[in-house]
């Protein structure tokens, strides 16, 4: 049986969950100051608390009172698509170590489950292409792929990305 574990962080995850934060972003290129993440992480850890949630966040631990290996974040939107309140999965990301467990799978199954017990009518994800794992994974629990092309506009300083 495992011992591995997904639930809502608690305050201090925040300086583990900023580095899950920037190692995904590494990963993908994009320059990121930790000590932004870390403010970002305590906000997150708050909303997912908070009542009502204000956002929708698991941590994957390998067991019990361990360290975070992995995350989950989730923002609310409205949706056209979905006609009512929608979920957008912002970020889906284990360490490599802690990789090919089922961490990633069971992390968007936590979020799958609190959308359905919240009233939640879908739930919008991209995955970047060549990402062949997260494309399994994504269309093994029953996700379709849109054919669309996103765009993104920052506001603020552009040094990010």
């Given amino acids: 049986m495992s011992e591995?574990?997904?639930e809502l962080p608690v305050a201090e995850d925040a300086p583990v969950l900023a580095r899950l934060f920037q190692e995904d972003m590494d990963d993908l290129g994009v320059e990121t100051a930790l000590e932004d993440l870390e403010a970002l992480a305590r906000?997150?850890?708050e909303d997912s608390r908070?009542?009502?949630?204000?956002c929708v966040c698991?941590?994957?631990?390998?067991?019990?009172?361990?360290?975070a290996v992995g995350v989950v974040l989730a923002n609310f939107h409205w949706s056209l698509k979905f006609a009512g309140r929608a979920l957008w999965i912002e970020e889906l990301y284990v360490t490599p170590s802690a990789r090919r467990r089922r961490?990633?799978?069971?992390l968007v199954e936590a979020v799958l489950d609190w959308a359905e017990d919240h009233g939640i009518r879908g739930i919008d994800l991209e995955a970047y292409q060549g990402n062949t794992p997260a494309s399994i994974l994504y269309r093994s629990l029953g996700f379709y792929r849109l054919g669309r092309e996103r765009f993104y506009y920052?506001?603020?300083?552009?040094?990010?990305l």
């Avoid at 698991?58 to 360290?67: M, P, S, T």
Wanted: hydrophobic letters at 40%.
């Fill in 50 to 54: 908070a009542e009502p949630a204000r």
């Fill in 58 to 67: 698991f941590v994957a631990r390998q067991q019990e009172g361990g360290e």
């Fill in 103 to 106: 961490l990633g799978r069971r």
């Fill in 154 to 160: 920052r506001l603020g300083p552009a040094e990010y």
């Fill in 43 to 45: 906000e997150v850890i």
């Fill in 4 to 6: 591995e574990v997904i």
